[in-house]
């Protein structure tokens, strides 16, 4: 079986070196990944229940990816059968005027996860090391603090009990140019497109250096990167499920003991 290893970011770390079109995690039929896909999402709701009860730790998974890469999508197929009560999905915009006037994690910090609770960040505060490298808006020096700046904040998190999953959705600029085709074409998708996308597009050799540059400085002991091929959508969703659904049972969530005062209450 592959293993999440080979897909961590670690030393030597280039993200051209990764296909993003591998499929390691597909081992048999559409049917039956799909099937195992579905088995996870119930695990996930189990654990997350636990998790839930104990009420003591948190969960944060990073989602970061160029547009199309399938953020919203990984959310819709690996939290399917998730009750919503313990998840939280953040999404993160383009920077306000309040927010701007202030440090570039002073954001996040409103939304990081409470105990018991899963939160998922679609992008994050890795947006504030890509879009303003790529548009030249803070130089190397700026950049360079900002790493170790987020690796403190989330050492913070991992020290108060978050576990911290960070996922790379990984396309290939082709699969890209289906994908936004596939937008202008149908109409019930072309609210998703904007022409700002084509602009973005022509900057994704930039785009590509600054994540394999943000990734190589972050991926951390506490909170590691993982790379995930994301040309296919099933492919991208069943390593996200399976990696959350093995952190989850690594943690080992256990609700609270039996109450002794409530043994032999009957309920009239």
């Not at 944060?60 to 939290?79: A, E, P």
């Not at 953040?90 to 996040?108: H, N, S, V, Y």
């Not at 998190?157 to 960070?166: F, M, Q, R, S, Y």
Request: aromatic share 8%; with cysteine.
């Amino acid at each position: 079986m592959t293993s999440f290893k080979t897909y961590r970011v670690g030393d030597n770390f280039k993200l051209s070196d990764i296909d993003p079109g591998d499929t390691p995690f597909l081992e048999g039929s559409d049917d039956a990944q799909k099937k195992e896909l579905d088995a996870l999402a119930v695990q996930l709701d189990v654990l997350q229940n636990l998790l839930h009860a104990e009420g003591r730790r948190k969960v944060l998974l990073v989602l970061q990816g160029t547009d199309t890469s399938g953020k919203d999508g990984t959310i819709r197929w690996v939290f399917s059968r998730t009750t919503p009560l313990g998840v939280r999905v953040a999404a993160f915009k383009a920077p306000t005027d309040e927010e701007k006037a202030r440090d570039f994690l002073w954001r996040c910090h409103a939304v990081v996860p409470r105990n018991g609770e899963l939160a998922v960040w679609n992008r994050s505060h890795y947006e504030d090391v890509l879009v303003p490298v790529v548009e030249a808006w803070i130089d190397k020096d700026v950049t360079r603090k900002r790493y170790a700046q987020i690796n403190d904040f989330e050492r913070l998190l991992t020290e108060n009990g978050t576990v911290i999953v960070k996922c790379m959705l990984h396309i290939g600029k082709d699969e890209q140019r289906v994908r936004l085709q596939s937008r202008v074409d149908t109409p019930g998708k072309q609210w998703k497109f904007s022409p700002d996308d084509l602009i973005v597009r022509e900057k994704w050799s930039a785009y590509q250096r600054a994540y394999s540059r943000a990734l190589a400085a972050t991926s951390t002991r506490h909170a590691p990167w993982y790379v995930v091929p994301a040309n296919s959508k099933l492919h991208r969703n069943l390593m996200i499920a399976r990696l959350l659904v093995k952190t989850l049972a690594q943690m080992n969530p256990t609700a609270p003991p039996a109450d002794p005062a409530l043994k032999g209450l009957v309920v009239k």
